[in-house]
């Protein structure tokens, strides 16, 4: 079939080229404009490469979102292992201990991940007031724990509805209950579950904006927050938000390069139906 | 014995996510239907840990989409219509490309797809920033025409005031009307064609109501507005929806992708065999095929769509009232105006907008679940 028609199989190699680099575009202006002098940055030159390279603008722009930075550390990583361990023991009952109404309360519970963000947003808002977190990391890592339960949920359900109940009902006649059946059978088969989860939800928080930018106060501004406002003022000299992104980029584009598999079945998971 | 005191357990682990969720969750959303018929941020301490409110029904909603300063929030929607349609429309279409050209086995295909697929894992403020520089009007698309010798592009991407496919907003019931009869229509014909003439006519009888409706029944629908007000595409979300497509096509190749692969080889081959070409398969055999797949996409990118907010205010800012969106409206209103109730109602009107693609899908996501159950 190759051979049949070879000037198709060119065609499709040169459309796969103009789109990829059509894709890449963005990235391209990002890295050259970062690494040039914000005098150098104009009309005219704005695809050429940068001459002198100006490495300074990622220490001057991590000098401004090295906080944030870190704050979006903290936030992501202790709500994504929140999350994912509520997710794991969730998808075992769901999967395992299935109850009256299981399929009911299961969809009730995925509702809680399509709905907008804005309509629980002021009730949120005076909540973590009222528990005195609001504007803190504490009550961001609540929220974003709270309404992560639906998609690790599913992710786990999913996961462990493979595992056959044969191999369950066997540790059970074995006297196995249900903390030992999780301990022994469930969880040592959950890494990959794991992998997907931290991914999906790390990916997640780290990006997230509407919450970092109304339930935190300054000092505890996540980098999506911190990033907005290193670009938002008017007299901006392109270079700092361009290696500001980059920072704010960095972390998720590693995780996607090396682990992309396991992003892509992150990504599905929460598409495919059931 | 063992086993009920284990399924009792079961239920305590997960009685604490249901608690959470059900507060969170559906607690709140009934909070904010409720503070949306209040007067919370009217006037006095709206910043109070528990403030005064007093119920006064509908008015949010009347002001909301009759008041007169409220034009802003009338544009908001018909953007986000406009947004939705266009990244809908745009990301199906590039992704159902791209799909096909890697289901083509291409060498190197998995850095293609890797390709293709990285602006979805980017932040929408990451993505807004870069975009923001990109379409800036001084800045590098506009240059790009100079590269092959024409003069370079004048567009002022993200500022643009430009409108077009105005119209007045009293009109707007009638053109609704107009929309869901043009749809019925269609359903009609289609139900004709496969013989089905009960169905048919049962469809195009409100069909032809809600035409005589929009034509005749005008003089019912009480005026809206003391003044026509235009409304419209706003040329100025062209580029957000360009950054919007360019982040989410690479999710769709990956749903059609795994769609594509997941037809047998034998169905092509059978294709083939029956004489059609590659064209015809895809349009004829594998599009039909994935079309739960397209359903799926389509309520996703719908509800993406709608609650769009950091891509706009990273790339265009909040303020800007051409590419605005009641997401941003919604921030705006309550968190920068002290307007609470006024946002809540906006709130309630995006989830009502989002709700309408989620709860069928829902519904019958739990229906497909509960026959393989049983």
Not at chain 1, 11 to 36: E, G, W
Not at chain 1, 72 to 84: D, E, G, K, M, P
Not at chain 2, 185 to 200: I, K, P, T, Y
Request: hydrophobic fraction near 55%; charged fraction near 10%.
């Amino acid at each position: 079939m190759t051979a049949r028609v070879p000037w198709a199989r060119a065609l499709l190699y040169a459309t796969l080229v103009v789109v990829a680099a059509i894709y890449l575009t963005p990235i391209y202006m990002t890295v050259i404009t970062a690494l040039k002098d914000p005098a150098n940055i104009n009309l005219s030159t704005a695809w050429q490469l940068p001459s002198p390279l100006n490495w300074k603008s990622f220490s001057q722009a991590y000098a401004k979102l090295g906080p944030n930075f870190l704050n979006s550390i903290i936030l992501s990583v202790c709500a994504t292992i929140l999350s994912s361990v509520l997710g794991s023991l969730n998808g075992y009952v769901f999967s395992k201990w299935r109850f009256r109404g299981n399929d009911l309360v299961f969809t009730l519970l995925l509702f809680g991940m399509f709905i907008p963000y804005q309509i629980i947003l002021i009730p949120l808002f005076q909540t973590l007031r009222q528990m005195h977190l609001y504007g803190g990391l504490p009550g961001l890592i609540l929220a974003h724990v709270v309404y992560g339960l639906p998609i690790t949920t599913l992710i786990f359900r999913n996961f462990y509805s493979q595992i056959p109940d044969s191999l369950t009902e066997s540790a059970q006649i074995d006297g196995a209950g249900f903390f030992k059946l999780y301990l022994r059978v469930i969880f040592p088969l959950s890494i990959p579950g794991f992998v997907v989860t931290f991914i999906w939800q790390f990916t997640q928080i780290w990006n997230e904006f509407l919450w970092g930018i109304t339930l935190t106060k300054y000092a505890a501004n996540p980098i999506t927050v911190g990033l907005a406002q290193l670009a938002g003022g008017e007299a901006v000299s392109w270079n700092l938000p361009m290696a500001g992104s980059i920072i704010a980029a960095v972390p998720v584009l590693l995780i996607y390069v090396l682990m992309g598999r396991y992003f892509i079945r992150g990504l599905l998971a929460g598409s495919v139906k059931g | 014995m063992h086993l009920t005191r284990d399924r009792i357990i079961a239920f305590a682990v997960l009685l604490p996510s249901l608690v959470l969720v059900g507060v969170f969750v559906y607690g709140f959303i009934g909070q904010t239907v409720y503070i949306s018929l209040t007067d919370w941020g009217r006037g006095g301490a709206a910043l109070a840990e528990n403030p005064q409110m007093r119920l006064i029904g509908f008015d949010n909603y009347k002001e909301l989409f009759t008041g007169f300063l409220h034009a802003r929030f009338r544009q908001d929607l018909v953007n986000a219509f406009f947004y939705t349609v266009s990244l809908v429309i745009g990301a199906l279409a590039l992704g159902l490309f791209l799909a096909i050209l890697l289901d083509r086995q291409p060498r190197g295909e998995g850095v293609f797809r890797t390709l293709f697929l990285y602006p979805m894992s980017l932040s929408f403020v990451v993505t807004g920033t870069i975009w923001r520089w990109l379409l800036a009007p001084e800045g590098g698309i506009n240059v790009l025409p100079a590269f092959v010798g024409l003069p370079t592009a004048q567009f002022r991407w993200i500022s643009s005031r430009d409108q077009i496919l105005t119209f007045d907003w009293q009109s707007l019931p009638a053109i609704t009307a107009g929309l869901v009869a043009a749809v019925l229509v269609f359903l009609s014909w289609r139900a004709w064609r496969a013989g089905r003439l009960r169905r048919a006519f049962a469809t195009l009888a409100p069909a032809i109501l809600l035409i005589l409706w929009a034509i005749f029944g005008q003089r019912v629908v009480p005026q809206m507005l003391p003044i026509p007000e235009r409304h419209g595409f706003n040329l100025a979300t062209i580029g957000v929806i360009l950054a919007a497509i360019w982040q989410f096509s690479g999710y769709t190749m990956a749903l059609y992708l795994a769609g594509l692969r997941g037809i047998s080889e034998g169905l092509h081959e059978a294709a083939r065999l029956d004489g059609a070409s590659e064209l015809q398969y895809y349009l004829r055999v594998a599009i039909p095929i994935l079309k739960p797949i397209t359903l799926s996409a389509v309520i996703i990118l719908a509800h993406i769509s709608l609650k769009m907010f950091a891509l706009i205010f990273a790339m265009a800012g909040p303020d800007n009232a051409s590419t605005g969106h009641p997401a941003v409206l919604m921030y705006l209103t309550t968190f920068r105006g002290n307007k609470f109730a006024l946002g809540a109602a906006i709130a309630v009107i995006l989830f009502l907008l989002v709700a309408l693609f989620i709860i069928p899908y829902l519904v019958s996501s739990y229906r497909e679940q509960h026959r393989r159950a049983s």
